[in-house]
């Protein structure tokens, strides 16, 4: 039924008002303690021969004993004063439950085997938060097997590991037996025993495990994901969606005993602490999701005020309950009725104000709301058992979350267009600073020219010198130098020159705007940033270049030249393999320097690098080809007067009659695919002449290659 036109709001707040009214006087009704029913007759043993795939709700079959001392042993409850105190349950078709009870309450089942086979049984208690549970087996003796556990015992002394309460039973043939359950808590007692056949319940059991590892991983997945969002673009909104959805697993985690199972197996009052603090904690961190999601201040300010309330009162809750449970629980529960109303109201009234993202808010917490509804239904008896009921609302809380997410990922893109839209109306500028910004970029254009000049006359006596050095096998060298300086290049100048170009483009649309009279101060300051960040841009991209020219202007000099100087081993090794490297980036092998820094030597540079050079080509003509990765390995040990460089691959390797010619001119492998076999023969003259050492090699066939150069660090005066 629509609202009429003339009330409006109005008649959504008295809507919310009744529903908050009932869910009240449902959650009064809920928490009534059931009064036993006097027995006159025993209650009719299980046959568990009938047991199916389904399990089989104890309720109708169990006789309970109110001990409101909580002193009863298992001798006293099978004394005659006692025995026929036990009483049978007033309404078999609920779950069984007693509220929040000071006392112990014991539990009679009688089952009876009337098959030909013995029967593998298993007793589930499938509520979590029991404090105290004990389980009393007759044996074939007549004696009784006790077993005590409970939330608040170690983990290890259950009798079945599950993060439910699961006693494994085998009646043989024809037999009967007895089975207590004492149970006590200071928690809300619920007691939903139900009789499983073993096999079926092994499937069930990992059916459930695998919805509970889907659950947490959803929430893990949907955590992690806004966290990032919340670090990158720093909104308060992801941080509190990552705040509920942690809370909130947090809390279901301990309420179905999985957190106590694999967590905190061995902190019971972990579980105690968060089942009182967790539900809290989630409504305060929705309420303020809430208020912040949905702009509740602007929508509906009047609800905004009490969503602030609740969230105060949720800050103190958990003081109560933690210091006096029972008599906070049943206004915790009014409060968390009171909170999923009005949270639903806030999204209804914003959808119903056209708000965007109350659509997806909406959607996600009726989910929420949906699966609680039917939980209580089924806890008053109207649906299945309480396992469906936490998986359901796990279920529905994992959908929540996925909703609420679809929100967030929608507001990010509608922020997205309105800050694209507000950046393109902001394209206007004053005239007085259109002179400047053209000479700017005049300035700007000189300087790429500039260093575009000086580039090219870099770029012109590398190929001179590449052209003299063929003879000498240095035109490969210094190829692999030139593709370096042309690709280590490319990007700070083609940044440069993109720059510059946008910000000629601007200029032209800034005429454009002024010859139109549409100037407005504000569009021009927001267009002189840009062209100051631009400038910026460019400069820094200039100065890179500069820096790079500088580094392989060094290493062309000492390629083309065999000039003497002091260097550093380690530097001069890493210049030229970083000019090598972009040359064979895309091998499947590798290389790698494990040079010490501070090598000192007076020596060569240029041949030098020449060797290291021909080394790096002659592994990847030879010992690489075809493979499918490797590591060239060059290490370097050093004494006082010389220096002993190894170049080791893990190549293809060589025979002996291969390595004993390696050194010889035109000498190769490889005719015609690539090899001038002149590679190693000048690597040799330059070791044993300017360098004023030697250089050996060590290779088997399969095991890789090792070249040593040995060379003094101050060369000798008559390899000058």
């Keep these: 039924m629509a609202p009429p036109q003339h009330l409006g709001l109005a008649w959504w707040h008295h809507r919310c008002v009744m529903l908050v009214l009932l869910l009240v006087v449902l959650l009064g009704s809920a928490f009534t303690k059931p009064a036993l029913a006097a027995s006159t007759v025993a209650a009719p043993a299980v046959e568990v021969s009938q047991v199916g795939q389904a399990p089989l709700t104890l309720t109708p079959f169990v006789l309970v004993l109110e001990d409101p001392g909580g002193a009863l042993t298992l001798a006293d409850v099978q004394s005659p004063a006692l025995a026929g105190r036990f009483a049978s349950v007033p309404a078999p078709e609920r779950p069984l439950g007693f509220g929040t009870t000071p006392s112990a309450y014991w539990l009679k089942v009688r089952l009876h085997n009337g098959g030909a086979q013995t029967q593998a049984l298993m007793l589930e208690v499938a509520y979590a938060r029991l404090a105290h549970i004990e389980f009393h087996q007759q044996a074939e003796d007549g004696t009784y097997q006790s077993t005590a556990t409970g939330s608040l015992y170690p983990f290890a002394r259950r009798p079945y590991p599950h993060h439910f309460f699961v006693l494994p039973i085998s009646l043989d043939a024809q037999a009967d037996t007895t089975v207590y359950l004492r149970v006590q808590t200071a928690n809300t007692m619920n007691i939903p025993a139900l009789l499983w056949q073993r096999d079926a319940f092994h499937a069930y059991e990992r059916t459930d495990y695998v919805t509970q590892a889907a659950y947490f991983g959803i929430v893990i997945a949907m955590a992690l994901f806004n966290l990032l969002l919340w670090i990158a673009l720093r909104d308060v909104n992801y941080l509190l969606y990552v705040g ?414 291969t390595l004993a010619r390696v050194f010889e001119p035109f000498f190769t492998t490889r005719l015609g695919q690539g090899g001038s076999g002149l590679g190693l023969s000048v690597s040799l003259n330059i070791a044993k002449g300017l360098l004023g050492g030697s250089l050996s090699g060590q290779s088997q066939p399969g095991q890789g290659s090792c070249f040593i150069l040995k060379f003094p660090r101050i060369a000798p005066d008559i390899a000058q």
Excluded at 539 to 558: E, G, P
Aim: proline content about 3%; charged content about 15%; hydrophobic content about 50%.
């Design 244 to 657: 509920f959805v942690s809370a909130m697993a947090l809390t279901m985690a301990a309420l179905n005993g999985m957190g106590f199972e694999f967590v905190w197996n061995q902190s019971p009052q972990w579980t105690q602490w968060i089942t009182l603090v967790g539900p809290s904690v989630t409504l305060a961190a929705l309420l303020w999701f809430t208020r912040r999601m949905l702009a509740t201040s602007r929508y509906v300010p009047r609800l905004d005020v009490a969503l602030q309330v609740l969230v105060l009162v949720n800050c103190v809750l958990p003081l109560g309950l933690l210091t006096a449970f029972p008599l906070f629980i049943k206004p915790t529960f009014v409060v968390i009725a009171v909170a999923a109303v009005l949270i639903l109201a806030a999204g209804l009234l914003c959808a119903w104000q056209r708000q965007r993202s109350a659509y997806f808010f909406t959607a996600a917490f009726a989910v929420l709301c949906l699966a609680l509804v039917v939980a209580t239904l089924r806890s008053f008896g109207l649906g299945p058992s309480m396992v469906v009921s936490t998986n359901g609302i796990q279920l529905g809380s994992a959908i929540e979350m996925l909703l609420l997410a679809f929100a967030l990922a929608d507001r990010f893109n509608v922020l997205r267009r309105e800050k694209e839209d507000a950046q393109a109306q902001a394209l206007a500028a004053q005239r007085g600073m259109l002179e400047t910004l053209q000479s700017s970029e005049r300035q700007l254009e000189a300087r790429v020219q500039a260093r575009t000049a000086e580039l090219s006359a870099t770029v012109l006596r590398l190929r001179q010198t590449q052209h003299e050095l063929v003879q000498a096998e240095k035109l490969a060298s210094l190829g692999s130098l030139v593709a370096g300086v042309a690709h280590e290049l490319n990007t700070p100048i083609g940044n440069a020159l993109l720059t510059a170009t946008t910000l000629q483009g601007r200029i032209e649309q800034l005429g454009t705007t002024l010859a139109r009279g549409e100037l407005r101060r504000s569009s021009m300051e927001s267009f002189v940033q840009e062209s100051d960040e631009m400038a910026q841009l460019v400069s820094r991209s200039i100065q890179r270049a500069a820096q790079l020219i500088t580094s392989f202007k060094q290493v062309a000099v000492d390629q083309t030249s065999e000039q003497r100087r002091k260097f550093d081993l380690l530097v001069l090794m890493e210049d030229n393999i970083t000019a090598l490297r972009p040359g064979y980036r895309h091998v499947p092998w590798a290389i790698q320097v494990d040079i010490a820094p501070g090598i000192g030597c007076d020596s060569f540079p240029g041949p030098l690098g020449q060797v290291c050079t021909n080394m790096v080509q002659n592994a990847a003509l030879h010992a690489f080809h075809g493979a499918a990765g490797g590591t060239l390995r060059i290490s370097a040990t050093a004494s006082e007067q010389a220096v002993e460089m190894h170049f080791a691959d893990d190549g293809c390797g060589m025979d002996a009659d």
